[in-house]
Each structure stands twice: as structure tokens, then as C-alpha cells.
Nanobody, 119 residues
Framework: VQLQASGGGLVQAGGSLTLSCAASGNIFRIYSMAWYRQTPGKDREMVAEFTYDGDTNYADSVKGRFIFSGDNAKRTWYLQMNRLNPEDAAVYYC??????????????WGQGTQVTVSS
């Protein structure tokens, strides 16, 4: 199974970016999908997640600005980031929990995509 994240880049404060994450390979069922971010010297923090129960959760710092969405058929999910500010600058990682056709459960991270916000 592979996760391919894309969409990072440089944006001015107040601007928008949309990140994408595509899962491929031996996937039977996806249980949860999420975006995390990390800055140097800090722990990786959850930004937005879609759980198996169908809930979408956001970090308080991004509520009202970021939108998590997904396309199950394409096994792709997105993070639309609006009104970006310099505090949003980080490496963003997608994460998935899934089972394969053999019944094995996998927790997997994407490779990370850099988001830079200029003030």
C-alpha cells in the first residue's frame, strides 16, 4: 500500500491551498483518513480526520478555515486550506488506517508535503 501526498507549496498569508492524498495497492477497507502537520522541534499534530464512524474532526486552530473531504471511489482525500497564516506553515502528512484483502490492518503515513506561508 502506498500513500501519495501532493499540493504543498508557497502561498501568501490569507491565501488558499488544497492538499491531496491518494492511496493505492492492496486495500480492502479504509477505516480512517487524516491529515497531520509538523514543524521543527514540535510533535506531529492532527489537523483533520475522518473516522470510521463518519465523523470529521478538526484541530481548534483550523476550524472554520480548513475543509476535509474525500472520494472513496478514488481512495483520495483532500484538505482545502483557506485563510492561511504563517502559523499554518509545516510539513503536512496524510495518514490512513486500513485493512488489506488478507485481513491485515495497516497504519500508514504519506511522505509529507511542505506548506510555506509568507506574511
Amino acid at each position: 500500500v502506498q500513500l501519495q501526498a501532493s499540493g504543498g507549496g508557497l502561498v501568501q498569508a490569507g491565501g488558499s491551498l488544497t492538499l491531496s492524498c491518494a492511496a493505492s495497492g492492496n486495500i480492502f477497507r479504509i477505516y480512517s483518513m487524516a491529515w497531520y502537520r509538523q514543524t521543527p522541534g514540535k510533535d506531529r499534530e492532527m489537523v483533520a480526520e475522518f473516522t470510521y464512524d463518519g465523523d470529521t474532526n478538526y484541530a481548534d486552530s483550523v476550524k472554520g478555515r480548513f475543509i476535509f473531504s474525500g472520494d472513496n471511489a478514488k481512495r483520495t482525500w483532500y484538505l482545502q486550506m483557506n485563510r492561511l497564516n504563517p502559523e499554518d506553515a509545516a510539513v503536512y502528512y496524510c495518514h490512513v488506517v486500513l485493512t488489506n484483502y488478507e485481513g491485515g490492518r495497516t497504519w500508514l503515513w504519506g511522505q509529507g508535503t511542505q506548506v510555506t506561508v509568507s506574511s
